[in-house]
Every structure is written in structure tokens, then in C-alpha cells.
């Protein structure tokens, strides 16, 4: 039986005393839950956060990281810089690959760059709406998830479905559609030697609370990668909760 996960992703919001705060709710809910929760702050707040989380089980994500160890890369923050204090990274946000153009390639060499720091890559594949729309979803995250990996299945992996017309839209796919999807990635896991039965594929976008039931009844869903509802303590506890209702 997979563990269920829940993964926060703050994104570009927080100051530093509500990411404290939150960090300090996400410690609480896990000391009562049995669900893993990863917290993925902005870069900025990661020390202060670890500090809050002092060595309990809530485990520390960063949002992205760069793929080249070092060197003249101004404003950015390497795999391997951020393996100091996480022990996941995101890897392919829908917002990554539109807003700062990562493309599949570069999804790759940062999916390789986290895993040789020893960083578990959170790995986002998901259509947009038009492919939506023009029934490609299935081709779109299958060519995510193969170049993604790029001949490296093994290792540690966590994989998230997020199509991109739910995220921050309040539209959540159906429970039945997300798993649908997640059966398709996890049986499209199986031909590249990954070992597909233990990976933990999460649903994303729109995830709150009174939806989130609906997912974890799903038998290839297990867990959320949650945006804004991860902002509300009261919300994200109880998704912790029904998905340790779960496991
Ligand atoms: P949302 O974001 O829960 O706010 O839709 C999810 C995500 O982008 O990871």
C-alpha cells in the first residue's frame, strides 16, 4: 500500500511569520496523521521554515531548482544548493513551463540534477486547456512524463497530474477523469523499468477540502499537490487527515 502524500505549494506568497506559522500548523497535523506532507515555501523562507519544522517528519520541497551545480547564473539557486536543506524539489509546474519557458528538455536536465543532489523530484505533468479540449490530454502528459525521464526511471519519483485549466481556476477535474489520468501515467510508467506500482502520482489543481474525498477514493491517486487551499491551516489538515483516513 502507497502512503499517502500531500505536497504544499506556496508559490510566491507568504511572508516570512505566516510561513513560520504554517509550518508550525503542517508540524501539528502530522504529529496526528499518518499522511507524509512535504512543504515547498519560496526559496527565502526554506531556513526558517527547516527551523520551525526541526527535524519532525513534514519533510521540506523547494519549488524549483537550477540544473548546473554552480556559476554565473544570476538569481538563480542550484539542485544541489537546494539539497542542503530539502528533500524534494518540484520539477515541471505547469506555471515553470509557461511563464519562464522550461521546456521538456530543460524538465529533464532539472529532473536529473535533483535526483544525482539526492533531492526526490516532485515531477508536474498536466494538458492545457486547448489539448483538453481537443481530447490530447492523454499524448500531452505521456510525452511529459517520457522526456521528463529521459531513459533515468529509476529512483525516487513523485508524480503529479495537473492540467492546467484547474489551477487556481476553482474548476477541479472530476475524480473520475484525474483518475483516469493517473492510471494512464502510472501504466505508462510501467514500459520505462520505473517501478510503477510504488510511485505516489497526486492529483493538482483547485484541490480543497471538500473536494479532496473524491480523489482519495481514486485507486491510483495518492495524495494532492495543493496550492492555495496549502495557505489555510484548517483547510490543509484536513485533507491531511481524510487522506490518512486512507491509508
Ligand atoms: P491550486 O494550485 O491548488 O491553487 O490550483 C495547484 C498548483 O499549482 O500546484
Known amino acids: ?22 509550518a508550525r ?9 499518518d499522511t507524509e506532507i512535504v512543504l515547498c515555501p519560496p526559496y527565502i523562507w526554506l531556513e526558517a521554515v527547516a527551523g520551525s519544522l526541526d527535524g519532525g517528519p513534514v519533510r521540506l520541497g523547494a519549488q524549483d531548482g537550477h540544473p548546473e ?3 554565473a547564473y544570476t538569481g538563480e539557486v542550484s539542485m544541489r544548493q537546494v539539497a542542503a536543506l530539502c528533500t524534494h524539489v518540484i520539477v515541471g509546474h505547469s506555471e515553470r513551463r509557461r511563464l519562464f519557458g522550461d521546456t521538456d528538455e530543460v524538465v529533464a536536465a532539472k529532473l536529473r540534477a535533483a535526483r544525482e543532489a539526492g533531492l526526490t523530484p516532485i515531477l508536474v505533468v498536466g494538458e492545457d486547456e ?8 492523454a499524448e500531452v502528459v ?11 526511471p529509476s529512483g525516487g519519483l513523485v508524480l503529479a497530474y495537473e492540467p492546467v485549466w484547474a489551477i487556481g481556476s476553482g474548476r477541479p477535474a472530476g475524480p473520475a477523469e484525474a483518475q483516469a489520468m493517473a492510471a494512464l501515467l502510472r501504466g505508462a510508467l510501467r514500459p520505462l523499468g520505473a517501478d510503477a506500482d510504488g510511485v505516489r502520482v497526486l492529483y493538482g489543481g483547485s484541490v480543497r477540502a471538500e473536494t479532496f474525498g473524491g480523489f ?23 485533507m491531511a487527515h481524510r487522506a490518512a483516513a486512507r491509508a
Do not use: Y
Not at 500548523?25 to 496523521?33: G, M
Not at 486547448?130 to 490530454?137: E, I, L, M, V
Not at 485507486?219 to 489538515?237: H, K, M, N
Open 1 to 22: 500500500m502507497r502512503q499517502p502524500i500531500l505536497v504544499a505549494n506556496w508559490k510566491m506568497n507568504t511572508t516570512r511569520d505566516d510561513a513560520v506559522a504554517l
Open 25 to 33: 500548523a503542517a508540524r501539528e497535523t502530522a504529529a496526528a496523521t
Open 69 to 71: 551545480p554552480r556559476g
Open 130 to 137: 486547448s489539448s483538453h479540449a481537443a481530447g490530447r490530454a
Open 142 to 152: 505521456v510525452r511529459q512524463l517520457e522526456s521528463a525521464l529521459d531513459g533515468a
Open 216 to 238: 482519495m477514493e481514486q485507486a491510483d491517486i495518492d495524495g494532492a499537490l495543493v496550492g492555495g487551499a496549502s495557505l489555510e491551516p484548517a483547510q490543509f489538515a484536513a
